[in-house]
């Protein structure tokens, strides 16, 4: 029918143009890395989410998220030393052997796969398997979108990540709300003992990110910090903002 055409002539055309955030440290306020975020042309749709839940509909979501990964990727040369890119990809995708060997084909150390759940794992000793092989191959994991969806505590136990990236709706509102500031609290503690960084996500606020400073977070993202744009300028940050 008629949007499987289109998702196809997109796939073809390769018809995703990624956009990046900056990456912050909160010890130094320097930028560290950069997410790739995926946008699309206006024949799939303004909303990302929506355009690869989409793709998931009508079986083509590995496929998208694959031409995702390659346009995000072909920026890795623009990287500075030292920095490190966020992609984002599904456990579906990550048991795809097309997404893997595009993953593994990057030279190490430079990689947080970011591990993004909108639906339930199905198959996690699979999906451990491929995790296992991106880390031998130099990538880090992260749990992305922590504390929302399916990101449950058992599945960061079970994926063991470098990474922990706290949801927008745990972040946000922070340094007004003493429950949030508990969980934020206990999760630092979380992720230390897993010997994984936390990152807290959506920042728009000094106060927010004051309040996850004095909270022990290692990395913060949001608009604050800067929206998404060309990978230059996510890694051009200036952060002076406190
Ligand atoms: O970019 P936005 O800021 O609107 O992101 C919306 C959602 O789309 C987020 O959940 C994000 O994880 C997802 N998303 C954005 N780009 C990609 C991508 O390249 N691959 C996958 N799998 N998800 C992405
Ligand atoms: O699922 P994932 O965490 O990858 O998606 C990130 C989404 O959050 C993207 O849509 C991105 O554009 C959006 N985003 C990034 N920073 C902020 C922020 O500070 N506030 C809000 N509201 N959205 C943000
Ligand atoms: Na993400
Ligand atoms: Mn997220």
């Known amino acids: 029918d008629r949007s499987r055409t289109r998702m196809l002539r997109a ?22 890395g950069a997410e790739a975020l995926s ?45 490190r890119l966020g992609v984002n990809a ?9 997404v893997l060997a595009r993953l593994l ?3 190490g150390h430079r990689l947080v796969v970011e591990v993004t759940e909108h639906a339930p794992v199905v198959d996690y000793p699979a999906l451990l398997r491929s995790l296992d092989e991106l880390r031998a191959g130099g990538a880090y994991v992260a ?21 922990i990236k706290l949801d927008i709706d745990i972040t946000r509102g922070i340094a007004a709300d003493p429950v949030r500031q508990a969980l934020a609290r206990s999760l630092v503690g979380f992720a230390a003992s897993l010997g994984a960084e936390l990152l807290a996500e959506g920042v728009e ?3 927010d990110l004051h309040a996850l400073e004095e909270l022990g977070v290692d990395l913060v993202q949001g ?20």
Do not use: W, Y
Not at 65 to 77: G, K, N, S, T, Y
Not at 143 to 155: C, I, M, T, W
């Open 11 to 32: 796939l073809a055309a390769r018809a995703v143009e990624p956009v990046f955030q900056p990456v912050v440290r909160l010890a130094d306020m320097q930028v560290v």
């Open 39 to 83: 946008r699309f042309d206006l024949a799939l749709g303004p909303n990302p989410a929506q355009v690869f839940s989409d793709a998931g509909q009508l079986g083509l979501g590995p496929d998208l998220e694959l031409v995702a990964l390659d346009r995000a990727l072909e920026h890795l040369p623009e990287l500075p030393e030292g920095m």
């Open 90 to 98: 599904s456990p579906e995708a990550l048991l795809d052997p097309r």
């Open 105 to 107: 084909a990057e030279p």
């Open 143 to 163: 749990v992305d979108d922590a504390g929302a969806g399916f990101s449950s505590l058992r599945h960061i136990l079970q994926l063991r990540p470098d990474s």
């Open 205 to 207: 606020t000094v106060e």
């Open 223 to 242: 608009f604050l910090l800067g929206r998404p744009g060309p990978l230059a300028q996510a890694v051009s940050t200036k952060e002076s903002r406190r």
